[in-house]
């Protein structure tokens, strides 16, 4: 298939990002394509988080350029925030609001028309199954229940992309499976375009139709998970792939700043 901009959720050329004299994000020329789950791999300190937080504006990059659902991401940021959705690693749900004001909340951030927003927030806290739950306070949810409700707080609007870093991270491999669940009933409800970081090789694997590795801020791979294996034997997994790519990187595990960032990220979401 020849990628065309008709077909492309995102699709960024040569974007860098650079601090001090070190490129967290070195030349990526990446393309998304508009229906499909994308998954981003790579050890800690690869440039995953950084190039999100280019992709969602947060962001500005130190050159090159990039379209994000269909918009310049240089010259329109504002255009870029009203079409996509993001969910954050750290917890973005405020505890002390429900369920309901949580999504209340975000149904005015996004200017949805105050007619609309009743049946918007009832229908997308029955997509998430939290209808019983909408008057409880968020901090008294789960894990699982907590990604959920974050996940509709940023799709209320109907974005045509979502961006998700480390959807799943704290979370029990029955919250996972929860998430994985919802994450495709999102996309065969409403189409939308997803793009997600994960260090879980198995969520990758099962979620994702094509998966980029970066690796020291390089994109070195892009394919599908059954191509990446392919190509180191029969037998391989993700994992494997992981291994062969990252290489001695994966026992560095990143710095000081990136296990604070992941534990406290995972520990908010117990």
Known sequence: MTLTASTLMIETRELTKTYDTRNAVDKVDLSV????????????????STLIKMLTTLLPPTSGDAKVAGCDLLLAPRQIRQRIGYVPQLLSADGALTGYENLLLSARLYLIPHAE????????????????AANRQAQHYSGGMLRRLEIAQSTLHRPVLLIMDEPTVGLDPVARLAIWDHIRDLRARLGTTMFLTSHVMEEVDALCDRVGILHQGRLEKVGTPAELKAEIGPDATLNDVFARVAGADIDMGGDHDNARRSRRSAIGHL
């Open 117 to 132: 927003r009743d049946a918007r927030i009832k229908q997308a806290l029955a997509m998430i199954g939290l209808t019983e």
């Open 33 to 48: 394509r508009s229906g499909e789950i994308f998954g981003l791999i790579g050890p800690n300190g690869a440039g995953k």
